[in-house]
């Protein structure tokens, strides 16, 4: 089964604190792509990173940092020193080449930080 | 400027009363793609196209329509809607055939059935 998993249904960190959202994927296909989004309260989707199913290497952007491993089946996203504007609810989302192309997304984890 | 867009962004309706929802995108993309968005439930993918007159079943299609004549357009259509269906829906777009493409996405449409 196609899964996604994103267990932390809604965490609240102080300003400044660094903050990791976790996303844990089920998947039978090797060719996988993975793709965070985030939805501030203004409710618009706004894509963050994407990774293919061959590519683990680690990347940084600014504060974002993004964590793939195949070994756990996880593509983990940490904010470094956490703002007020990272309030939102983010997405983690799976698709995969086997004939379909459809998405799954998780469940989304609604993060807030306090001033 | 390359976007998505919706109409109606909101909608108050009542059960049984057909609607469409309509979505356009700018972009020459192949990809298009219905969701929507429930508490608790996250994104589920309703339908989507791979390119003009070629449709498919995303996870949760029961009780929605789409066509796809023009590249670009998708509208979402409910023959009969139920308040099961009061969500909030986003419809998106990518390029080509590569899956690794991200989506593009509207700004939302709110369904309210009642």
């Known amino acids: 089964a196609q899964k996604v998993t994103q267990a932390q249904t809604e965490i609240s960190v102080v300003e400044k604190e660094d903050v990791t959202l976790d996303c844990v994927y089920e998947?039978?296909?090797?060719?996988?792509?993975l793709f965070w989004y985030k939805q501030p309260p203004s409710g618009e989707l706004v894509f963050l990173i994407r990774r293919n199913s061959f590519d683990e290497q680690n990347e940084i952007s600014g504060r974002y940092s993004w964590n793939f491993q195949k070994s756990t089946s996880s593509f983990n996203f940490t904010i470094t020193a956490s703002q007020v504007v990272d309030s939102a609810v983010y997405f983690c989302a799976l698709t995969y080449n086997s004939g379909t192309y459809k998405y799954i997304f998780g469940t989304g984890t609604r993060l807030k930080v306090l001033a | 400027e390359a976007q998505v867009t919706q109409n109606p962004r909101y909608l108050i309706t009542v059960t049984g009363k057909k609607l469409t929802v309509t979505c356009s995108q700018n972009?020459?993309?192949?990809?298009m793609s219905w969701y929507r968005q429930d508490p608790g439930l996250g994104l589920r993918q309703i339908y989507y196209s791979m390119n003009v007159e070629v449709t498919d079943k995303g996870d949760v299609p029961e009780g929605y329509k789409v066509s796809r004549k023009e590249k670009r357009n998708f509208p979402l259509i409910l023959e009969s809607p139920s308040p099961n269906q009061t969500s909030l829906y986003f419809c998106?777009?990518?390029?080509?055939?590569?899956?690794?493409?991200?989506?593009?996405f509207g700004p939302g449409t709110r369904l309210t059935v009642l």
């Open positions: 998106a777009s990518r390029s080509g055939g590569q899956s690794y493409n991200e989506q593009f």
């Open positions: 972009m020459n993309h192949e990809y």
């Open positions: 998947t039978r296909d090797t060719t996988y792509y």
